[in-house]
């Protein structure tokens, strides 16, 4: 999915309104007059005005500029993670009519974090078209949304913070895949492999095989781990990100790519669910 910034709507992109009253989205040059008198009934509405959350999508006829939009009603006030739960809800929507092309613009009113709002949307998105396929012939999808405009006019510097997320969710969609990977393909050995990649942004890796482990006295994780055929790891990472001398931050991941404590108390439904253990660590 392509997500940009754009100074007009696409000529056949579905449109997606966030207001908060709707007078600005009617004051907006972006759309014509047949579209604004659909949306002017649409924000006189009962429905639209009474709920404090509000989401409805309209299609008429080709003879129109436009053939679909939907209209959000938004509350400034509400926590930012919100509106990524509701955007995803209105991919898989957008999706379940074969949306190709969408076009955003939403109503600043009363919106003083405008970027950060647009981020949310965007990130909310993306992360709902995440989708673990690795193995399979035929995705489960039937329809992807191909291209997000963003019709709102930000400064370069804001545009790169929307955008951001693009990078955020690489890095989300990175757990995700370990995460999703079965036992006998993601184990400790590969696990450590896979850590590798960690030193292009500069982080410097020790990796302690079990004779390091033994030598270390860390008997507890190697009884653990004689239940497995694998070998047994630990792995530091260590990233200098202040140059004075604060305390260090620690994070401590378990990677335990499959979790067998139990297994004989779970129903079979729950087993694949057992890799999730090393999302932490992931």
């Known amino acids: 999915m392509k997500i940009t910034f754009s100074e007009n709507f696409g000529l056949n992109d579905h449109l997606v309104f966030f207001a908060v009253d709707g007078k ?8 014509d007059s047949n579209t604004r008198n659909l949306l002017k009934k649409v924000f006189e509405s009962q429905s639209f005005k009474k709920n404090k959350s509000f989401f409805e999508s309209f299609q008429y006829e080709k003879s129109n500029k436009i053939n679909s939009f939907s209209v959000v009603k938004i509350n400034p006030s509400e926590k930012l993670f919100k509106f990524e739960i509701l955007s995803g809800k209105i991919l898989l929507y957008l999706e379940k009519k074969s949306i190709d092309n969408v076009s955003i613009f939403f109503e600043e009113k009363g919106i003083s974090n405008n970027k950060d709002f647009l981020h949310s949307i965007c990130r909310g998105i993306i992360l709902k078209d995440y989708k673990f396929e690795k193995y399979r012939s035929v995705s489960k999808k039937e329809h992807n949304v191909k291209s997000i405009k963003l019709c709102n006019k930000l400064s370069s510097a804001d545009q790169k913070h929307v955008l951001s ?6 890095g989300v969609f990175l757990t995700r895949d370990l995460v999703s990977e079965p036992a006998n393909i993601l184990y400790p050995e590969k696990f450590v492999d896979l850590c590798q990649v960690m030193k292009k942004v500069g982080v410097s890796l020790e990796i302690f095989d079990e004779k390091k ?9 190697l009884g653990v781990g004689q239940g497995s055929i694998r070998g047994s790891y630990l792995v530091t990472m260590e990233w200098k990100g202040l140059k004075d001398n604060s305390k260090p931050l620690a994070f401590v ?14 129903p079979a439904k729950f087993m694949e669910d057992m890799t999730y253990d090393m999302a932490g660590s992931a």
Do not use: A, Q, R, Y
Not at 24 to 31: D, G, R
Not at 165 to 170: A, G, P, V, Y
Not at 253 to 266: A, E, M
């Open 213 to 221: 482990l033994k030598k270390l006295g860390m008997n507890t994780l």
């Open 165 to 170: 997320c693009t990078d955020h969710s690489k």
């Open 253 to 266: 991941g378990k990677g335990v790519c499959f979790d067998t404590g139990g297994i004989s108390l779970k």
């Open 24 to 31: 600005e989205v009617l004051k907006s040059k972006l759309i």
